[in-house]
């Protein structure tokens, strides 16, 4: 590894650095303030875990903003993380936390999505979905412009399903819509491309960086085998900007929730407000905005399917989180009863 830009202070002033890849005992850091810099490793505590400004002690991920201080040895050591303004969230497979950031402080989620074949709405609206909840700003970007007579045409329909969210219609081949999106590369700003295999990520973020920064094969299927041991994963792009490429956020698993299902579905929501009944469930009730809306060709109907769909796996996720929840609370308990018996016990018989 080269040395990096800008050493640490010496003077007890811990250095604020960005996360480019987190392993399990050592993170690679890049100056905060020069995400292009080369890399520096930085030590993790034992447990792999740093504190939040509010105690909470997480592993650090991809995007994160740390501290860290140099030791006797001139080692560099993270020592706290900072607030995340962003996170992208997956379900955890493992029962003991909720859920994992897969990548913090993410400015802008390119959707991406081909022409050819037709674009999916029902995915668009997932990914925007999984992108609002992130808390970065989702940008619709229509792929394979080359492929379609009408591109425009057909970019016109996606927006009525990515309501108050830029879209940009391209092509890598004959260079259509490029600008634009170049646009969004400005200094400090990290952006993360998410969409289905084939839909031209790649394809993009390399024609951005007139470079190969990110592998144009698919993902084994164990999820293994692109990033080699030493790759950053926070790639550094013309203009200042950064792409998130790991594993884990290219899509899969990744969590609704509530909220951002109201700014997906901004549409039937407003709609919903009007209905007569609080609890109306758009289906017989008298007085139903939604239904109405549906009758008079305002609202297509795929769009209520797809918010109930949506609605449905926020809602079990709640559920499953919850009952999680619930268990470590359990789990918590009976290991403090345990430890506070046992102090008791050794209290009770003091040895010689
Ligand atoms: N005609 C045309 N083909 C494109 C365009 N962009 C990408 N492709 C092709 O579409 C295929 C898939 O592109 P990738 O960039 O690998 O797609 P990806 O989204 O990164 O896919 P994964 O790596 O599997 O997630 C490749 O054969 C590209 O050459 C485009 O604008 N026009
Ligand atoms: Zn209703």
């Known amino acids: 590894m080269t040395e990096p830009a800008v050493p640490p202070v010496d003077d007890g002033t811990p250095l604020r650095v960005r996360v480019v890849r987190a392993d399990r005992g050592a993170l690679l850091v890049v100056p ?17 875990l740093l504190p939040l400004p509010d105690g909470t002690r997480v592993p650090p991920t991809v995007g994160d903003v740390v501290d860290v201080e140099v030791d006797a040895t001139g080692a560099w050591r993270a020592t706290a993380l ?42 668009v609206e997932r990914l925007l979905t999984l992108a609002w909840r992130s808390g970065a700003r989702p940008v619709v970007v229509l792929t394979k412009a080359d492929l379609v007579p009408d591109a425009d045409g057909m970019a016109a329909e996606v927006a009525q399903v990515a309501i108050g969210v830029d879209m940009h219609v391209v092509s890598v081949v004959d260079g259509t819509g490029l600008g634009p999106v170049r646009a969004l590369l400005t200094p400090g700003v990290a952006l993360v491309a998410v969409g289905p295999s084939g839909a031209g990520k790649s394809s993009l973020v390399n024609e951005l960086a ?48 509530p909220e951002a299902l109201d700014a997906t579905f901004a549409d039937v929501t407003a709609l919903a407000a009007r209905c007569r009944f609080s609890d109306c469930a758009h289906v017989t009730e008298p007085g ?17 399917a797809s918010w109930r ?6 809602a079990y996720a709640a559920r499953r989180a919850d009952a999680r929840l619930a268990a470590e609370e359990r789990a918590r308990w009976k290991r403090v009863t345990r430890e506070y018996h046992q102090r008791l016990r050794g209290a009770g018989s003091p040895r010689a």
């Open 32 to 48: 905060d303030d020069d995400l292009g810099a080369a890399a520096h490793r930085a030590e993790l505590p034992r447990d792999g």
């Open 210 to 257: 007139g470079r190969e920064v990110m592998a144009t094969h698919g993902l084994r299927a164990d999820g293994r085998g692109r990033h080699t041991t030493t790759h950053r994963q926070l790639v550094p792009l013309p203009g200042g900007a950064v792409l998130v490429d790991t594993p884990g956020v290219r899509g899969v698993g990744l969590v609704a929730a």
């Open 288 to 304: 139903c905005a939604v239904r109405a809306a549906i009758e008079s060709g305002d609202l297509p109907e795929r769009r209520l």
């Open 82 to 123: 900072h607030t995340r303004r962003t996170a992208v969230v997956r379900d955890s497979a493992g029962r003991t936390s909720l859920e994992q950031a897969v990548a913090a402080n993410v400015d802008v989620v390119l959707v991406v999505e081909h022409l050819d074949p037709e674009p999916d709405l029902g995915r």
């Open 309 to 314: 769909k949506l609605a449905r796996e926020a």
